[in-house]
């Protein structure tokens, strides 16, 4: 007869109470070797089959989750872009510098346009004041003023002319109204300037406007 351990039957009893199977009665007798009817031998041997069991192990472990991979440095995305190309910016910050020199080299200025007003050219660009006086009361040149000029211009186009080819070319000779109060003026000196190449001609005949209403 061959007898099993008792470490054998602990194992089983301690196994079959895990199962639930109830493992607290008495061990069953040891089975013997030649005789015994079939039930009383069989018991022992599946006893022992289940002790010898190898306990289950753990499960298989969940999968973990794995973290997220760094992008590559050529792929990494890109910070917050204003939608400008970068070769465009450098043409934005100059357009203001542009834009002054622009107008610097072809606009239009106050000064270089010449005054809005008969009186400004009078005493200011053309000097006429210089030799009719500053209120066109008369100096070197004829008196202006009082309706002096209109006397020897009736016509406004006739000083107009007078003004823009000045009277070199008349030195000595009579000019104006034949019929003018008085008889004509004598272009003596012949100093009246040529203002047609220092004037335009709206300013011309802006200033002849001034000595004939203006003074």
């Given at each position: 007869m061959t007898e099993v351990p008792d470490y054998l039957l602990e194992r089983s009893r301690a196994r079959r109470a895990a199962l639930g199977l109830g493992g607290g009665g008495e061990a069953p007798a040891p089975a013997t070797a030649g005789g015994g009817d079939e039930g009383s031998s069989s018991?022992?041997?599946?006893?022992?089959?289940?002790?010898?069991?190898?306990?289950p192990g753990p499960g298989p472990a969940a999968p973990s989750a794995r973290p997220p991979e760094a992008l590559p440095t050529y792929v990494a995305p890109a910070g917050p872009r204003s939608g400008i190309p970068v070769w465009m910016m450098p043409v934005i910050l100059m357009l203001p510098l542009w834009a002054i020199v622009y107008l610097g080299a072809?606009?239009?200025?106050?000064?270089?346009?010449?005054?809005?007003?008969?009186?400004?050219?009078?005493?200011?660009?053309?000097?006429?004041?210089?030799?009719?006086?500053?209120?066109?009361?008369?100096?070197?040149?004829?008196?202006?003023?009082?309706?002096?000029?209109?006397?020897?211009?009736?016509?406004?186009?006739?000083?107009?002319?007078?003004?823009?080819?000045?009277?070199?070319?008349?030195?000595?000779?009579?000019?104006?109204?034949?019929?003018?109060?008085?008889?004509?003026?004598?272009?003596?000196?012949?100093?009246?300037?040529?203002?047609?190449?220092?004037?335009?001609?709206?300013?011309?005949?802006?200033?002849?406007?001034?000595?004939?209403?203006?003074?």
């Amino acid at each position: 007869m061959t007898e099993v351990p008792d470490y054998l039957l602990e194992r089983s009893r301690a196994r079959r109470a895990a199962l639930g199977l109830g493992g607290g009665g008495e061990a069953p007798a040891p089975a013997t070797a030649g005789g015994g009817d079939e039930g009383s031998s069989s018991a022992p041997a599946s006893t022992a089959a289940a002790a010898a069991a190898p306990a289950p192990g753990p499960g298989p472990a969940a999968p973990s989750a794995r973290p997220p991979e760094a992008l590559p440095t050529y792929v990494a995305p890109a910070g917050p872009r204003s939608g400008i190309p970068v070769w465009m910016m450098p043409v934005i910050l100059m357009l203001p510098l542009w834009a002054i020199v622009y107008l610097g080299a072809f606009g239009e200025s106050s000064t270089a346009s010449g005054p809005a007003t008969g009186s400004e050219i009078f005493h200011t660009i053309a000097g006429c004041q210089n030799c009719h006086g500053a209120s066109g009361e008369g100096g070197v040149g004829p008196k202006l003023a009082g309706g002096e000029v209109s006397k020897t211009f009736p016509n406004e186009q006739d000083q107009i002319d007078f003004v823009t080819k000045g009277s070199a070319t008349i030195k000595g000779q009579p000019y104006g109204d034949p019929n003018r109060e008085g008889g004509q003026h004598i272009a003596k000196s012949g100093g009246m300037p040529t203002f047609g190449g220092q004037l335009t001609p709206e300013e011309i005949k802006i200033v002849v406007e001034y000595e004939r209403s203006g003074l």
